[in-house]
C-alpha cells in the first residue's frame, strides 16, 4: 500500500506528549477537534493525523492548519486500530493522547497530561465529559465497567507511556470495536502503574463505532474478558 506523509510546521524531536487521530473522510467532524488544539495554553506536542486514504477534504482541512506542529500519514488500511498503531510507530512522544476526529479537549488537557507524567506512571488517566455525564476513572465493578474500572475512557481520557507497546505489542486487529480494552486489561496485569488526575480535560463523542454498535461492543468485551481473565465465571463476577 503506498504511504503518503505530509508534514506542517513539523519539527522532529523528541516530546513528552503526542496526539494521534486516526481519520477516514473525517471533513464534517475536523473542525471541532482542530480548534481545541489550537486553543491549548501548552502548545508543545505533535498531532500525528493516520489517515486512511480519505477522497473527501480531510486532508486539506489537514493542510490548513496553522501554529500545530502536523504530521500527515495517509494509506489505505484495515480500521481504527490499524491507524492507531501506524500513527504510534511514527510519533516522538514519551507518551501518547488518542483523541477522535469528533472528540474535543479543552485548553487545560495537554497542560495537566504533561505535569501529570512521572517517571514510574505508565498510564495518566483523568475525568472527561460524555453525552451520559463526567466520566471517573476506578469506579464499579471490573466485570461491569472493563477498561473503565481503570481508565475513565481510551479516548481523550487517558495518555499511555510509547514504550509499553515494545513489551505488550501493538492494537490487535482480531477486535476492531474494542482492540483498546485489551490492551489497558494487558497492561494492568503486566503492573502498569496508573496515575489519576481530577480534572476534566475534554468531551469524548459517543459518535464512533463503539458508540453506536452497542451489540458488537459487548460482544468483543466479553471476548477480551476471557482472554484477560481465563475463567468466564471470574470475568463475569469478580469485583
Excluded at 488500511?77 to 492507531?84: K, Q, R, V
Excluded at 475513565?152 to 474494542?178: D, M, N, Q
Aim: include cysteine.
Amino acid at each position: 500500500m503506498t504511504q503518503d506523509i505530509y508534514y506542517k510546521n513539523y519539527e522532529e524531536k523528541p516530546l513528552k506528549l503526542s496526539i494521534i487521530t486516526a481519520t477516514w473522510n473525517a471533513e464534517n467532524f475536523l473542525p471541532r477537534a482542530i480548534k481545541s488544539l489550537e486553543k491549548q495554553t501548552d502548545k508543545d506536542f505533535e498531532w500525528i493525523i493516520s489517515d486512511g486514504s480519505s477522497t473527501d477534504s480531510t486532508l486539506e482541512i489537514l493542510k490548513n492548519v496553522e501554529g500545530i506542529n502536523i504530521k500527515i500519514i495517509s494509506q489505505e488500511d484495515f480500521g481504527i486500530y490499524d491507524a492507531l498503531n501506524r500513527g504510534i510507530k511514527n510519533c516522538n512522544g514519551e507518551f501518547y493522547l488518542v483523541i477522535g476526529a469528533d472528540d474535543e479537549l479543552y485548553p487545560n488537557a495537554v497542560k495537566d497530561y504533561k505535569e501529570a507524567i512521572e517517571d514510574d506512571v505508565d498510564i495518566v488517566t483523568a475525568w472527561i465529559d460524555t453525552a451520559n455525564g463526567i466520566s471517573k476513572p476506578n469506579s464499579g465493578s471490573r466485570c461491569l465497567k472493563s477498561q473503565f474500572h481503570y481508565v475513565s475512557g481510551h479516548a481523550v481520557g487517558s495518555i499511555y507511556r510509547t514504550k509499553l507497546h515494545e513489551k505488550l505489542g501493538y492494537y490487535s486487529r482480531k477486535f476492531p470495536i474494542a482492540a483498546d480494552q485489551l490492551f489497558v486489561g494487558q497492561s494492568i496485569k503486566c503492573g502498569s502503574k496508573v496515575k489519576i488526575i481530577k480534572k476534566v480535560v475534554g468531551k469524548f463523542s459517543d459518535e464512533g463505532l463503539s458508540g453506536t454498535d452497542i451489540l458488537g461492543s459487548l460482544s468483543e468485551v466479553f471476548r477480551i474478558n476471557l482472554i484477560l481473565y481465563s475463567n468466564p465465571h471470574i470475568s463475569i463476577c469478580k469485583t
